[in-house]
């Protein structure tokens, strides 16, 4: 009987010890990442879209959109 209470404590050990690393793996790069789920579609928003005029790559967020194209700045949209 001891024995197996022995065996439980340590597995139970080991398993705190494992999530609590992971928690604190997880923690440092993203502190959000734990509570919000939705980071993930946070990253996804980060899409990249190429600029029609010059063919660099900007953040969609950064891009300007006009007439349906993206452009990477206001010279590109001009020329
Ligand atoms: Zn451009």
């Known amino acids: 009987m001891i024995k197996w209470l022995l065996v439980i404590g340590v597995v139970a050990a080991v398993y705190y010890m494992f999530i609590k690393k992971k928690d604190s793996v997880s923690g440092a790069s993203a502190n959000t990442c734990k509570k ?23 953040e969609i967020d950064e891009a300007i ?15």
Do not use: I
Request: contains cysteine; hydrophobic residues 20%.
């Open 65 to 79: 959109l006009s007439n349906g194209k993206y452009y990477c700045s206001k010279e590109c949209l001009k020329g």
């Open 36 to 58: 919000d789920p939705q980071s993930k579609t946070d990253e996804a928003v980060e899409e990249m879209v190429e600029c029609s005029k010059c063919g660099v790559y900007v």
